[in-house]
């Protein structure tokens, strides 16, 4: 199967602007994940997709731009215009502020789009912090490996947890935590686009819940590998000083 990782970048960050141009260990971050890409084993290309000559300008020194319209609700629609007017089997969706992202992750979700329509990771949540924030989500999946549901809360709810002092809800239930990369097969990923925003999907905020009220199967990789998002200028100092730990 012949799967193409494009990377989504926009320049108009609301809490970060420009951010796949800021230097992290001498290079831009975007060049930090089109590297990590290149090194799946199951990923026969790498694309850039942008709508920003600036971005477009330095990413063309390293990688396969393709320009994108500037008016996309979210990074799978620039994702899909660019699946549109290529002849991949598959695409995986790798963010583009995540330039830690491991790429045995990268083939996991790949390898699943053998066998299903649309892919994603997860990993078990460790950090407490994590466990009620909104902004970690949430996924539970089947015996067969495939998404129930994904949610901003905590789930499932566990009725008979210890809540006392010394009781950890992280001990008594394997609770995993969403990972921002899709895996679709072509056709899949430009049926998804052309559908109306879901109910699940407008209450959550989450697209994935798009595809799984549209009756679309989700097969999750649980994965070892944490990945680290750059959202605001106080998470690229947390990237520098973990770079700078593991060397």
Known sequence: MNIAGIIPARYGSSRFPGKPLKLLAGKPIIEHVVDQCRLSKRISEVIVATDDTRIADTAAKFCRVEMTRTDHPSGSDRVAEVTKRCEFDAVVNVQGDEPMIDPGV??????????????????????????????????????????????????????????????????????LKHLGIYGYRRDTLLRLVEMPVSPLEQAEKLEQLRALESGISIAVAVVKHDSVGIDTPEDLERVRELLTTAQ
């Open 106 to 175: 990268i083939d996991q979700v790949a390898e699943l789009l053998d066998d299903n329509e649309m892919s994603t990771a997860a990993v078990p949540i460790a950090n407490p912090s994590e466990y009620d924030n909104p902004n970690a989500v949430k996924v539970v999946v089947n015996f067969a490996g495939q998404a129930l549901y994904f949610s901003r809360r905590t789930i499932p709810y566990l009725r008979d947890a210890d809540d006392g002092p010394n009781g950890s809800p992280l001990t008594e239930f394997p609770f």
